[in-house]
């Protein structure tokens, strides 16, 4: 047998010199994400619709994301990382109109497949993607399509998209669970419904996003990570192990 000796390679969180994108990252997770990235010596370029001292705009229009392309282009030839996490309409079969759906689904998943097409020939050596699912990929709440169907779609494109850009970037997505922006720390029923024993804030969130952009992360792509305390692994009956439905 012949074994032959293997290059140990040097992991590295540092940020230094990379460029960052975040789509939604005026507030909650996104700002949170941004926030993380800079903190750690990246160039952070942020859309949103919010207004703001970042780039403004609306990401189911494709002139805006086109505007948003040229705009980081123009100041760096290579991009480090995308990070797909504006929030899409919330609405259900009730009340959400056709128009309402299509546009839930353009800041969802249309945005996000043609934010990385854009930047695809820009892409730097080790680049990665991550999209911002939701554990509503897998379970719902009544009226909740207009999400649900957002969420789901961007966590299918995440394995597309990791086949399609093998050898150019990993594209990993991540499902949060309840992530409260607010950072609110709960008691009671709350907090110990969860496995985890706690509601979630945005760093959960973001240091995953910061590892799965990092070398450490170097052999994972393609795959769907989520962050929700465990709740959906959790097995809910009505009287089993305290859970009772009031209806």
């Known amino acids: 047998m012949i074994r032959i000796p293997i290059k140990i390679q040097t992991m590295n969180d540092d940020f ?8 939604g990252g005026a507030n909650g997770i996104g700002k949170c994400i941004a926030e993380e990235f800079a903190a750690k010596g990246a160039t952070v370029y942020v859309i949103d619709i919010a207004e703001g001292d970042h ?4 990401i189911s229009r494709k002139d805006v994301l086109e505007a948003f392309a040229d ?44 934010l990385v097409k854009l930047f695809a020939g820009h892409l730097a050596i ?37 086949v399609s850009l093998s050898g150019k970037a990993r594209v990993n997505s991540i499902s949060p669970g309840w992530i409260d922006t607010a950072f609110t720390v709960y008691e009671g029923p709350d907090a110990t419904q969860q496995p985890a024993g706690r509601v979630g804030n945005p760093l959960d969130i973001a240091n995953m996003v910061l ?37």
């Open 126 to 162: 080790g680049a990665s993607i991550v999209n911002i699912s939701s554990s509503r990929d897998r379970m719902s709440q009544p009226q909740t399509e207009s999400y649900t169907a957002a969420k789901g779609g961007i966590a299918a494109l995440t394995h597309a998209l990791a």
């Open 71 to 114: 705009h980081v282009l123009s100041r760096h030839d290579k991009v480090d990382y995308i990070i797909n996490n504006a929030l899409p309409l919330f609405k259900g079969i009730d009340e959400c109109s056709y128009e309402e759906f299509q546009y839930a689904l353009s800041v969802g998943v249309t945005a996000p497949f043609y």
């Open 55 to 58: 780039f403004v705009g609306d």
């Open 16 to 23: 230094n010199g990379k460029v960052a994108i975040v789509t």
């Open 211 to 247: 590892f799965l952009c990092s070398d450490k992360a170097g052999f994972i792509t393609g795959e769907n990570i989520c962050i929700d305390g465990g709740m959906t692994r959790q097995m809910i009956y009505h009287g089993d192990c305290g859970w009772t439905l009031e209806k």
